[in-house]
T-cell receptor, first 109, second 114 residues
Framework: GDSVTQMEGPVTLSEEAFLTINCTYT??????LFWYVQYPGEGLQLLLK?????DKGSNKGFEATYRKETTSFHLEKGSVQVSDSAVYFC????????FGAGTRLTVKP | EAGVVQSPRYKIIEKKQPVAFWCNPI?????LYWYLQNLGQGPELLIR????????DSQLPKDRFSAERLKGVDSTLKIQPAELGDSAVYLC????????????FGEGSRLTVL
């Protein structure tokens, strides 16, 4: 069945560092791909999405490109801030929604 | 606009006791989801409703779990009797349309079974 595998955490970075969180997927058909974020004490919220191959989703300085050839949807940000500290979930929407295990990011000042 | 509201936020019970969780989705959202989130894991779907109809409950352990969505708005998820392994966060989410992947989540209900 469909599945998502994402980079294990936790990830700790200094402010203004470059961020990459890897995500790969297995799916039949052509799913849409998502990154959700969960800030401390809050519910999961959609960060960005891409609905077809080569699409780039972006929001709040984060980007991810739907790569069909490598079945990947890696999350990147050029300069992280303390306020980006959260748990990030990669997800796909095929026959149903599948979430990765989450990657905890801590950004230190 | 009000988000998805869940209650209670926290619940501690002894094993074999019943427990119920309530969810009020975003107004106008016809699709409602209940997810289970274990510590360090991503959400796993328990059940999905389209209006009043449960269209995907294949992952709901029906021997002890039940859910309902009367009038196609609020929903309750019940566990009876609870087991130690049920300790987890129960998430409710809603979406305007099914299969868009754009879900709006509540803050979750954290259950501890002693």
């Amino acid at each position: 069945g469909d599945s998502v595998t994402q980079m294990e955490g936790p990830v700790t970075l200094s402010e203004e560092a470059f961020l990459t969180i890897n995500c790969t997927y297995t799916a039949t058909g052509y799913p849409s791909l998502f990154w959700y974020v969960q800030y401390p004490g809050e519910g999961l919220q959609l960060l960005l999405k891409a609905t077809k191959a080569d699409d780039k989703g972006s929001n709040k300085g984060f980007e991810a490109t739907y790569r069909k050839e490598t079945t990947s949807f890696h999350l990147e940000k050029g300069s992280v801030q303390v306020s980006d500290s959260a748990v990030y979930f990669c997800a796909l929407s095929g026959n149903d929604m599948r979430f990765g295990a989450g990657t905890r990011l801590t950004v230190k000042p | 606009e009000a988000g998805v509201v869940q209650s209670p936020r926290y619940k501690i019970i002894e094993k074999k006791q019943p427990v119920a969780f309530w969810c009020n989705p975003i107004s106008g959202h016809n699709t409602l989801y209940w997810y289970l989130q274990n510590l360090g894991q991503g959400p796993e779907l328990l059940i999905r409703y389209e209006n009043e109809e449960a269209v995907d409950d294949s992952q709901l352990p029906k021997d002890r779990f039940s859910a309902e969505r009367l009038k196609g708005v609020d929903s309750t998820l019940k566990i009876q009797p609870a087991e130690l392994g049920d300790s987890a966060v129960y998430l409710c989410a809603s979406s305007l349309e099914a299969n868009t992947g754009e879900l709006f989540f509540g803050e979750g209900s954290r259950l501890t079974v002693l």
